[in-house]
């Protein structure tokens, strides 16, 4: 998610994280939660299901606007920390141990 926010707030240079778009933004502009949401890339191929700009679309856009349009990198962090603690655990694997 950090690099993800780096790429889509120019903190790297924008010539080299824009290259052939590696993350393009919806062009639907009747978002919810925020305004920078991601396209999903269609794939075909296992391999490409797989890359970074496919496996981050779905947990970025699911993201509240507050962390998305965070100041900053560690304002980011943060906030990400934060949201994520806060969510409900969905599994506890805590099975006892057969010897």
């Known amino acids: 998610m950090n690099e993800?926010?780096?790429?889509l707030h120019e903190?790297?240079?924008p010539e080299v994280s824009k290259v052939k778009g590696i993350l393009k933004l919806s062009s639907v502009m009747t978002t919810r939660?925020?305004?920078?949401?991601?396209?999903?890339?269609?794939s075909r191929l296992?391999?490409?299901?797989?890359?970074f700009a496919v496996?981050?679309?779905?947990a970025w856009n699911s993201?509240?606007?507050?962390?998305?349009?965070s100041s900053g990198v560690?304002?980011?962090?943060?906030?990400?920390a934060k949201?994520?603690?806060d969510q409900p655990v969905k599994f506890e694997y805590e099975e006892e141990l057969r010897l």
């Open 33 to 42: 939660r925020h305004s920078l949401k991601l396209y999903a890339q269609l």
């Open 4 to 7: 993800v926010f780096k790429i």
């Open 74 to 80: 560690k304002a980011f962090e943060a906030k990400l």
């Open 63 to 69: 993201l509240p606007h507050e962390v998305v349009m």
């Open 83 to 85: 949201y994520c603690n």
């Open 55 to 58: 496996r981050v679309v779905k």
């Open 11 to 13: 903190v790297y240079d």
């Open 46 to 51: 296992e391999i490409r299901r797989n890359s």
